[in-house]
T-cell receptor
Framework: DVKVTQSSRYLVKRTGEKVFLECVQDMDHENMFWYRQDPGLGLRLIYFSYDVKMKEKGDIPEGYSVSREKKERFSLILESASTNQTSMYLC???????????????FGSGTRLTVV | DAKTTQPPSMDCAEGRAANLPCNHS???????VYWYRQIHSQGPQYIIHGLKNNETNEMASLIITEDRKSSTLILPHATLRDTAVYYC????????????FGDGTTLTVKP
């Protein structure tokens, strides 16, 4: 069963800590994404990557960075965690577009991060 | 990507068809309509997508109006396990990641 795995389901960190959220996919997908989900705001795109070592800013990249050293792994980094980064973080992947049809995203189960 | 509008919530009786509408009046010719759902505490799950023809798979049917300005996701026989938030998004083919998920429709299936 193919899937996207996020390393932690729940995480509690202190303000100012550096936080790493890990995501691994086993589908050999080229594209990977990090979203955060907050009540009333829906899913918002933070960063995405379309190839190893390539990254692009999404809609809300401030306060975050990413790393994609290997195709299967996409890490989200909070350089100095703040309370307004308390949220549900979702990782997703999908294959590269080829031809007419483009596949949907496959999402991980999410990491609920609380910054205190 | 075009913006979508969905009702915030809907109820459906178990065993009946659930029809979830989505407006995307600014959709452009090369944008696909995608539907996802998110069951509580899980990541979103892909359901179906289409360009202009109606589509059906094992999970649902997608009806797209002829002018493509709106669509309807149909769950033919809703079960309690279909209770979830349903997201409609439109996306340019080969768009690398600029999909925006709005608040979606919370579907509650009641026994």
């Amino acid at each position: 069963d193919v899937k996207v795995t996020q390393s932690s389901r729940y995480l509690v960190k202190r303000t100012g800590e550096k936080v790493f959220l890990e995501c691994v996919q086993d589908m050999d997908h080229e594209n990977m994404f990090w979203y955060r989900q907050d009540p009333g705001l829906g899913l918002r795109l933070i960063y995405f990557s379309y190839d190893v070592k390539m990254k692009e800013k999404g809609d809300i990249p401030e306060g975050y960075s990413v790393s994609r050293e290997k195709k299967e792994r996409f890490s989200l980094i909070l350089e100095s965690a703040s309370t307004n980064q308390t949220s549900m973080y979702l990782c997703a992947s999908r294959p590269e577009f080829s031809g007419e049809v483009i596949s949907g995203y496959t999402f991980g189960s999410g990491t609920r991060l609380t910054v205190v | 990507d075009a913006k979508t509008t969905q009702p915030p919530s809907m109820d459906c009786a178990e065993g009946r068809a659930a029809n979830l509408p989505c407006n995307h009046s600014t959709i452009s010719g090369n944008e696909y309509v995608y539907w996802y759902r998110q069951i509580h505490s899980q990541g979103p799950q892909y359901i179906i997508h289409g360009l202009k023809n109606n589509e059906t798979n094992e999970m649902a049917s997608l009806i797209i109006t002829e002018d493509r300005k709106s669509s309807t996701l149909i769950l033919p026989h809703a079960t309690l396990r279909d209770t979830a938030v349903y997201y409609c998004i439109v996306r340019v083919v080969a768009n690398a990641g600029k999909s925006t998920f709005g608040d979606g429709t919370t579907l509650t299936v009641k026994p």
